[in-house]
Nanobody, 123 residues
Framework: QVQLVESGGGSVQSGGSLRLSCAAS????????VGWFRQPPGKEREGVAA???????SYADSVKGRFTISQDNAKNTLYLQMNSLKPEDTAMYYC?????????????????WGQGTQVTVSS
């Protein structure tokens, strides 16, 4: 049984930083998509950052240059470093794991999701 547990969310002021972590059990980071998604209040879930089958990273335009996705295979943990946070980054953030190595920004690619961690950025 795959379990993903996020941590690291919180409330920060605009310009601040947070690092989200996603610890995985029952799943090994290898050659599949892993990613971070977010769902702002009243909006649909959207892709934030992902790592594909060859280790390449991709980012939503809105977070490029501010967010960095990384993974520690030894710890089976996925990270999202978020810098220069803006109020529009306020959302519930979810990590996700797939059994496919492409289409990593498509939510339907993923079969396992964490419970989410709230990020709130005040102006």
């Amino acid at each position: 049984q795959v379990q993903l547990v996020e941590s690291g969310g919180g409330s920060v002021q605009s310009g601040g930083s947070l690092r989200l972590s996603c610890a995985a059990s029952g799943y090994t980071f290898s050659s599949y998509c892993v990613g971070w998604f977010r769902q702002p209040p009243g909006k649909e879930r959207e892709g934030v950052a992902a790592i594909d089958s060859d280790g390449s990273t991709s980012y939503a335009d809105s977070v490029k240059g501010r967010f960095t996705i990384s993974q520690d295979n030894a710890k089976n943990t996925l990270y999202l470093q978020m810098n220069s946070l803006k109020p529009e980054d306020t959302a519930m953030y979810y990590c996700a794991a797939a059994l496919a190595g492409n289409s990593c920004f498509n939510p339907s690619t993923y079969f396992a999701w964490g419970q989410g961690t709230q990020v709130t950025v005040s102006s």
